[in-house]
């Protein structure tokens, strides 16, 4: 089954401790990105990537950072969370200059005490 | 990139056919215009993406004037689990998604 999947699903950590999300997508996309939705905000984008080896800041990328080592898989990692980044996460990919169509992950919701 | 506007709400009744329309009056030659649906606590969902005139899926139609200016996405019928919201994206296909930008969306709830 072609899908985007997410770990963890639901995360409650601590100021200061790192943590990484894992996005992984089986459909040989070029395109991968990460989102977070807020109340009132909206999606936004935090980082994205044209392919393997080649990421790009989004709009609120302050906090994160990502890698692309693979075509298939975009970890999100937060070295130092912070309140601020509570917080639903999205990971999305897509093919690359043929669709517009992103598939999106099922989400991950972050507490950060 | 261009902006879009869109209702912040709009209700309406099972089995009634639903038009959301999207204001877009600077989209650049080369945009497409996507519709993403979204349901609480879900990601979004791809439904329809159109260039110009009519497209129409198993889901849902989309119509776009000759000015491409705006769009409505059609809803035809629809049920109780189409509440959700609706987003109204533009952008070209060649900028991968970067170019393109999740608005407030379109808040749909359908009453029985």
């Known amino acids: 089954e072609a899908q985007v999947t997410q770990n963890p699903r639901y995360l409650i950590t601590v100021t200061g401790k790192k943590l990484t999300v894992t996005c992984s997508q089986n459909?040989?996309?070029?395109?991968m990105s990460w989102y977070r939705q807020d109340p009132g905000l909206g999606l936004r984008q935090i980082y994205y990537s044209m392919n393997v080896e080649v990421t790009d800041k989004g709009d609120v990328p302050e906090g994160y950072k990502v890698s692309r080592k693979e075509k298939r898989n975009f970890p999100l990692i937060l070295e130092s969370p912070s309140p601020n980044q509570t917080s639903l996460y999205f990971c999305?990919?897509?093919?690359?200059?043929?669709?517009?169509?992103?598939?999106f992950g099922p989400g991950t919701r972050l507490t950060v005490l | 990139l261009a902006k879009t506007t869109q209702p912040i709400s709009m209700d309406s009744y099972e089995g009634q056919e639903v038009n959301i329309t999207c204001s877009h009056n600077n989209i650049a030659t080369n945009d497409y215009i996507t519709w993403y649906q979204q349901f609480p606590s879900q990601g979004p969902r791809f439904i329809i993406q159109g260039y110009k005139t009519k497209v129409t899926n198993e889901v849902a139609s989309l119509f776009i004037p000759a000015d491409r200016k705006s769009s409505t996405l059609s809803l035809p019928r629809v049920s109780l689990s189409d509440t959700a919201v609706y987003y109204c994206l533009v952008g070209p296909l060649s900028g991968g998604n970067n170019d393109m930008r999740f608005g407030a969306g379109t808040r749909l709830t359908v009453k029985p």
């Open positions: 999305a990919s897509s093919f690359f200059g043929t669709s517009n169509e992103q598939f």
């Open positions: 459909m040989n996309h070029e395109y």
